[in-house]
């Protein structure tokens, strides 16, 4: 099974690392649920040698980031896609704009909307290797010859947040916040 990593991009202002990232400790928990390997990074803690590092060691590598940051989404995708990486967008900008990430010929995927249940369908098939799964993924995009392959409208928002595992906390070093 591919492991995979779940980076948030740092802003290009450095903002505040006390504060804890949630979203992708909410969708660690939930691939950790499922089974699937996965290792969390806070680009804000550690400077381009790390994030090197991180990309280097995993299969499959996802992003997150805010609209002003996703020039660095894309310089950082560009850099997995050379190492042989697939790449996963995901977050706020991706959910209104997907084809700029997928334009930049980077990203393999893109996913609209909460992520928690989706990413998790997602990964399961691209292991399986399985394009018809891919396909029915909520909020998934796609190119496939340089035209769009599949973009499904994202999925309805997740009503109760308690019927999700607690977010993994564990996967980040906690003494830096």
Known sequence: MRKSLLTYVKPHVQEDPLSMI?????????????????????????????????????DIIGFGALTPNIRRAVVWAKYAKEQGKITVMGGPHASVDPQIFLNSGHFDYVLKGEAEYTLPQLLKGIDAEDEKAISEVPGVASMRDNELWVDNPAPPLIKKLDELPAPARHLLPMESY
């Open 22 to 58: 949630l979203g992708i400790t909410y969708i660690g928990a939930m691939m950790e649920q499922e089974g699937l390997p996965v290792e969390l990074c806070d680009e804000r803690l550690y400077g381009d040698a790390h994030m090197r590092e991180v990309i280097d060691r995993n």
